[in-house]
């Protein structure tokens, strides 16, 4: 089974600066990989798939980049809404697993 | 627009079964998978397996292999996940999603807003 470690666990930083969100799978998902936000009490949300296509209605401040086992998820400008929880998810091997996620924290 | 709207809380003890549902709206309920994802509380997301609504078929993570059953009622859009043998473990939040893009890929689009189960003696 393929695993997905996300890093940092935690990331701090203040509203308006630049989040960088990594995730990295242990074999290659080609780009079959997903970004998805969770706030507290919510169900996840969809932002990015195929690595890097936002899904409708994903701000243009959320960028994913990346392919084969290295993967980042960028957030351009931090919004207060943005505080959340980051999960990565690979859909390329059975069976699809998520990173244990990363939180971002008001600095 | 699409919506799925799950069944509400269930307190269940060791050993017994709870069934959780999730009823779909705003597209045509046959036309994606169906998948099942739970969070334990302060926890991370972990997948449980898949069902197409159109031919019943599933696909089950290895964890849930003979515990987990996923159907459906296609008459009102609506997809089912029971699981037996509960042990406090089982403690989460159930969330179905709307699985695949019609095209091979298989992220989740559209969540249902989670079911908790509590498994308490």
């Known amino acids: 089974e393929i695993v997905m470690t996300q890093s940092p666990a935690t990331l701090s930083v203040s509203p308006g600066e630049r989040a960088t969100l990594s995730c990295r799978a242990s074999?290659?998902?080609?780009?079959?990989l997903a970004w998805y936000q969770q706030k507290p009490g919510q169900a996840p949300r969809l932002l990015i798939y195929?690595?890097?296509t936002r899904a409708t209605g994903i701000p243009a401040r959320f960028s994913g980049s990346g392919s084969g086992t290295e993967f980042t998820l960028t957030i351009s400008s931090l919004q207060s809404e943005d505080f959340a929880v980051y999960y990565c998810?690979?859909?390329?091997?059975?069976?699809?697993?998520f990173g244990q996620g990363t939180k971002v924290e008001i600095k | 627009q699409v919506q799925l709207v799950q069944s509400g809380a269930e307190v269940k003890k060791p050993g017994a079964s709870v069934k959780v549902s999730c009823k779909a709206s705003?597209?045509?309920?046959?036309?994606?998978?169906i998948n099942w994802v739970r969070q334990a509380t302060g926890q991370g997301l972990e997948w449980m397996g898949w069902m197409n609504p159109n031919s019943g078929n599933t696909g089950y993570a290895q964890k849930f292999q003979g515990r987990v059953t996923m159907t459906r009622n296609t008459s009102i859009s609506t997809a089912y996940m029971e699981l037996s043998s509960l042990r406090s473990e089982d403690t989460a939040v159930y969330y179905c999603a709307r699985w695949g893009d019609g095209s091979g890929s298989y992220y989740s689009d559209y969540w249902g807003q989670g079911t908790l189960v509590t498994v308490s003696s």
């Open positions: 074999q290659s998902v080609s780009s079959n």
């Open positions: 705003g597209y045509t309920f046959t036309s994606y998978d």
């Open positions: 195929g690595a890097s």
């Open positions: 998810q690979q859909y390329n091997n059975w069976p699809q697993a």
